[in-house]
């Protein structure tokens, strides 16, 4: 081979290898473009695959609903898992909004939704640290994934986040979106409840309104929102120390404060001050009552965090006075008591109390408790009798024992009275004020029983009662709770309207507008007129002022009565005055304790403690009005009547013993059925109607003192009943 062959083949060997390089990096860079390519236009596919912002609705996240009393005062707010109390930015402080600038987006004056240098600088960070140390979102991104994207962990939630995040920065100021934002981010979480918003954080922590916040607060808050967990100052108090202080530092650093303030916020302590502003309440029975019957109508969602307000009737001072009257008979003896006051004129649940500790139970004995009424349930009767023209003073029976057989409809039905004594021959004024079971068991029976529930429905009486002759002598299948009870007498003590109960007055949304739905209205409904209810009102005097209510008297114009389960297991008063009607039970609430020795060594009666509370607290809750009850509008007329039983004449006509004919009356529907289940049918006979003497005795409560004034004589009769179903209310 010749030296120019040699060097021929010399360079053609040089050169391969250049030119292998050449394209091998040529096909890497062709490769690499395609992939920046490939990539630009998955970026580009996924940011052209989200929704334009204008079509999307910004989530709810709610706030939570304040309940308040009659005089304003909150009550406290009904719980939720996420606690936040949204709030206008002028009422954020300005070193809470720098120090949150500070710390999560130290560039958020200067981008337009993305910063794209903190995300290079972000991701060279992570990497060299092998690790997420830095998130590459701003604030704007934040508050983009907080109202309107989910939160997966995704590229594609990322880039539609980045291309929201412009678009909302084209929409709204950078004043805006920062306010909005320090509403919206989570600030951690204590006993299961997060703090959502500034404002709820500033309450959880501090005890205070965030615009009270120092500037070492609101550095702390700032560093919560990257990892509330992790710089919790409740469970990590050294680290949110540590966070802080580089929140203090980040804002001399950006020169929104001086080194010097930064180290002088850097020494104070956290200051942490847990409180119960919102898990906090008072009078914890009603606010439940209240928030059960908002559920009912609005649903848990909407009342948890529908950021409501919720005025209600309950007056915080009749309160005090009821749990006064009842520590002051009842503390350190044993039994229980619950207290129910309605004001007549319009149903307004006015107290509602017990002396029981809720933290122990959270049964509300004056709403949910059902418990025989004993002698209260005889007005029911009285009642009765007087919307049928019945005269309570020419109509007279028999006080005596009534032994198995007097009842052919019941053989096995026996009554006596509550010491065993035959009091002879009385009206039903004095049967009334001595409590005589056996005197309204013939009056009962001559009456009808169905015409009693009847009337008890009337009256508001909403458990659903059976139609048995002694339930006018208080022997009802599942009781009745206090707060019937007021409510029925508060029927007699408005002239004759039944009012629906109601512990709301209005309600209130976050955007401003209120409503009162038709649930919480005022409904009054006429059930008798207003002669039939002045005549009992006029006995029910009487038996305050010499009855078996002596001890409940007020030194006012009121009118009650007493009553005593068998046993003394359970003992009432209820009573009215023209403005409040109310209801007190005395007795143990899990087990019927008969109470024989509870009262100064002897027994529990209605006319004890029952009495004595209802006195007490009436003294205190009517304040100084103290008028007599208003004369009727349309009087009744009286005339005796001649039962099977009673001793008022011989034997006459259908319609005279009945006191004249039946007129039609409102339809009224069945009601709910609470506690256990019942079909309404009647049970297999014990007797006919499944008596049993023990359980319907209802011992009054002595005799009464001298003779009370006779009762006037109004005119003309109210329409009986057509059914023996409970009105709705």
């Given amino acids: 081979m010749s030296r120019s062959q040699r060097i021929r083949r010399h360079r053609r060997g040089r050169g391969r290898p250049v030119s292998k390089a050449f394209l091998a990096a040529t096909v890497v860079g062709t490769l690499g473009l395609l992939g920046v390519l490939s990539a630009i236009g998955y970026v580009v596919s996924i940011a052209a695959s989200a929704p334009p912002l204008n079509s999307l609705k910004p989530r709810d996240l709610g706030s939570a609903s304040e309940v308040r009393a009659a005089d304003g005062t909150r009550l406290g707010f009904i719980q939720s898992h996420e606690l936040r109390r949204p709030v206008q930015g002028s009422h954020i402080p300005k070193t809470l909004k720098d120090a949150t600038v500070a710390i999560e987006d130290q560039r958020y004056y200067h981008h337009k939704g993305v910063d794209y240098t903190g995300v290079v600088r972000a991701a060279l960070k992570n990497l060299t640290n092998r690790k997420t140390v830095q998130g590459g979102s701003t604030i704007t991104m934040q508050l983009v994934r907080n109202l309107y994207i989910t939160r997966e962990r995704t590229y594609q939630r990322k880039i539609r986040e980045a291309k929201l995040a412009e678009e909302l920065e084209n929409e709204h100021t950078k004043t805006w979106i920062l306010d909005k934002y320090l509403n919206t981010v989570p600030f951690g979480t204590i006993g299961g409840q997060t703090a959502v918003g500034a404002q709820a954080a500033a ?12 500037l070492h607060e609101a550095a702390l808050l700032a560093g919560l929102p990257q990892a509330p967990s992790t710089y919790s100052p409740v469970r990590a108090p050294e680290k949110a120390e540590a966070r802080r202080n580089e929140v203090l530092r980040k804002m001399a650093e950006i020169h929104v404060i001086t080194p010097e303030t930064a180290a002088g916020a850097i020494r104070r302590p956290l200051d942490v001050n847990p409180s119960r502003y919102f898990t906090g309440r008072r009078e914890s029975y009603f606010f439940d009552f209240v928030k059960d019957e908002l559920i009912k109508q609005y649903g848990a969602k909407t009342v948890r965090q529908g950021g ?10 009749k309160q005090q006075a009821a749990r006064s009257a009842i520590n002051g008979r009842l503390a350190g003896i044993g039994p229980s008591s619950a207290i129910v006051t309605i004001d007549p004129r319009k149903g307004y649940i006015k107290a509602m109390a ?8 959270k049964f509300n004995l004056a709403a949910q408790g059902h418990r025989q009424p004993g002698s209260t349930f005889k007005v029911m009767v009285l009642m009765t009798a007087l919307r049928r023209g019945v005269d309570p003073r020419s109509t007279t029976y028999s006080s005596h024992k009534l032994a198995k057989g007097w009842l052919k409809e019941a053989p096995d039905y026996e009554v006596k009275t509550y010491d065993g004594s035959q009091g002879g021959r009385m009206d039903l004024v004095k049967a009334t004020l001595k409590s005589d079971n056996t005197v309204y068991a013939q009056l009962i029976a001559d009456l009808g029983p169905e015409e009693v529930k009847r009337t008890a429905y009337d009256m508001g009486i909403k458990t659903r009662l059976n139609g ?65 209810t002045s005549a009992a009102t006029k006995i029910l005097e009487a038996n305050i002022k010499g009855g078996t209510g002596t001890k409940a008297q007020i030194g006012c114009p009121a009118a009650g009565k007493t009553g005593t389960t068998d046993e003394h297991s359970d003992g009432w008063f209820v009573g009215f005055t023209p403005r409040l009607s109310t209801a007190v ?17 002897g027994p529990v009666a209605g006319g004890t403690f029952p009495a004595e509370i209802w006195g007490d607290y009436m003294l205190a809750a009517k304040g100084s009005y103290c008028r007599d009850f208003k004369p009727p509008v349309v009087p009744a007329r009286f005339s005796p009547f001649f039962g099977a039983h009673s001793r008022s004449g011989g034997n006459k006509s259908d319609d005279q013993q009945r006191g004249g004919s039946l007129a039609p009356h409102e339809a009224t529907p069945t009601p709910d059925k609470p506690g256990k289940k019942d079909d309404g049918k009647k049970k297999p006979d014990k007797g006919a109607d499944n008596f049993d003497p023990d359980l319907y005795e209802s011992p009054p409560q002595g005799s009464p003192a001298p003779a009370p004034p006779p009762v006037q004589e109004p005119a003309g009769g109210a329409p009986a009943p057509a059914d023996g179903k409970p009105p709705t209310t």
């Fill in 308 to 317: 409501l307000r919720v005025d209600t009737t309950i007056d915080l001072k």
């Fill in 468 to 532: 048995y002759y002694a339930e006018g002598l208080g022997g009802l299948r599942l009781g009745v709770s206090p707060l019937e009870m007021a409510n029925a007498y508060a029927t007699i003590a408005n002239g004759g309207f039944r009012n629906r109960p109601t512990a709301i007055t209005k309600i209130t949304f976050p955007d401003g507008h209120s409503e009162l739905p038709r649930r919480f209205k005022v409904k009054r409904t006429r059930a008798f007129e207003d002669g039939v």
């Fill in 203 to 214: 309450r959880m922590y501090f005890g205070k309104d965030v615009a009270d916040l120092k």
């Fill in 354 to 361: 017990s002396s029981a500790d809720y933290g122990k139970s």
């Fill in 585 to 601: 039970w005395v007795g143990y609430p899990n087990s019927q304790v008969h109470m024989k020795t509870e009262y100064h060594g």
